[in-house]
């Protein structure tokens, strides 16, 4: 059990890491051409397909975890499956064949119709792109708050049936936690532009004007997003379990008063998370997070002062240093929120232990291997390649070449 649960943990977070991303990177790029079409700027422009193309990239190796981390829930996972499937499986085909396919579709249409769509048209196309990611997160989340706190079923058969579509969707630990996911990405996105931005501001590159533009939009989606953030893990925290709770605040008499509740109402056993890993996972959440509202509001402040934008390289570069932050910060909180629902693989109704697959340990041991051998060479690569693309800068870049409203040049013979 212990090494199916290391197997999803490894690859549930690094695929989590992309999506983090791609959700925030989305929402700027569409921001940005909104501003560049609705005004003309060339500038805003350049910096949409600059963007643009760190978005995509992120987003092509983003699919490729995520539809390798989809195989784990019928190799290890069978138990859960058959017993709750039909209650949460609802959620992950409506994010599939509606969230996901409708996203890819029109990504490709907006990667595409660079030069060939009327401006408005193409603006049109990201901004589907931003709000159908927006769904597809919706509705995993709406499947994991399931899982924290299952509503809207009933129990037949050994197995779980759906009866009630509407109170699953309300699922108030599914709804707030949509929401802080959210406000965290939008600090992924603001903080890896304003890195990158001042990583070129620090080497004094050229484009010192688009990059100067760049890292006021990333600190300005970063400082009030952090606000939101905190809102929303704050409401929460009533929706946690009473173990996870206990578990959080650390008392010996929490503790055991949440142990005698549990098994008062479900028979002997150990009903305690790891404690350790639930208090490290939510301390590092909040210490990082208190790190990056300083950071983002002291740079606000210096982003007044048009000298500090051009020259402060120190606070250039504890900008760029910031990049991995908000990616920790949630990997962090991801494990506070999963390793608090523990012992439960549908709190209250399912084991974890009785989720698993009827794998031996020699054939986990094999995929896991295989996982995180392949998890670890996307993870590489992906980082190489946002590197390699954002240090070449906006001169580099492949993503709608030409201007949209750029007259089609006449075919020569």
Sequence with gaps: MDLARLQFALTAGAHF????????????????????????????????R?????????????????LVMEFQLGLSWSGLTEYAGNVFGSALAIETLVAFFIESTFLGLWIFGWNKLNRWA??????????TAYASAFWI???????????????????????????????????????????????????FMAGVSAYHLRKRTDEQDFFRKSLRIGIGVALPATFFAASFGGMSFETLQPTKIAAWVGSPERLAEAQAQM?????????????????????????????????????????????????FRLWHGLLTLMIPV????????????EMGRQPWAVYGLLKTADAMSPVTEAQMRFSITA?????????????????????????????????IDAPVPAPTF
Aim: with cysteine; hydrophobic share 60%; aromatic share 10%.
């Design 371 to 403: 996982f995180a051998a392949v998890f670890s060479v996307l993870i590489v690569i992906n980082y190489w390649l946002l590197a390699r693309h954002a240090r070449r800068g906006p001169g580099a870049v492949a993503l709608g070449d030409r201007p």
């Design 50 to 66: 600059f963007w643009g193309q760190l978005y995509i990239i992120n987003y092509a190796m983003g699919i490729v975890t995520g």
């Design 263 to 311: 098994v008062a109402r479900f028979g002997p056993g150990d009903y305690l998370p790891p404690v350790e890993w639930v208090q490290g996972g939510g301390l590092t959440m909040v210490i990082l997070f208190v790190v990056m509202m300083l950071v983002a509001t002291v740079s606000c402040v210096l982003m007044a002062f048009r000298a500090a934008v051009r020259g």
């Design 141 to 191: 989340m709406i499947a994991n708050g399931f899982l924290q706190n299952p509503v809207g079923h009933v129990v037949e058969g050994g197995t779980l049936r759906l009866v009630d579509f509407g109170a699953m969707v309300a699922n108030p630990a599914a709804q707030v936690a949509f929401l802080h996911i959210l406000s965290g990405a939008m600090i992924v996105g603001g903080f």
């Design 17 to 48: 890491l992309f999506v983090a991303l791609t959700l925030g990177l989305a929402t700027l790029v569409a921001v940005v051409q909104t501003r560049a079409t609705s005004t003309g700027s060339p500038l805003h422009m350049r910096m949409t």
């Design 122 to 131: 193409h603006l049109a196309l990201i901004w589907i792109v931003t709000l």
């Design 326 to 337: 908000p990616f920790v910060t949630m990997i962090a909180g991801w494990i506070f929120r």
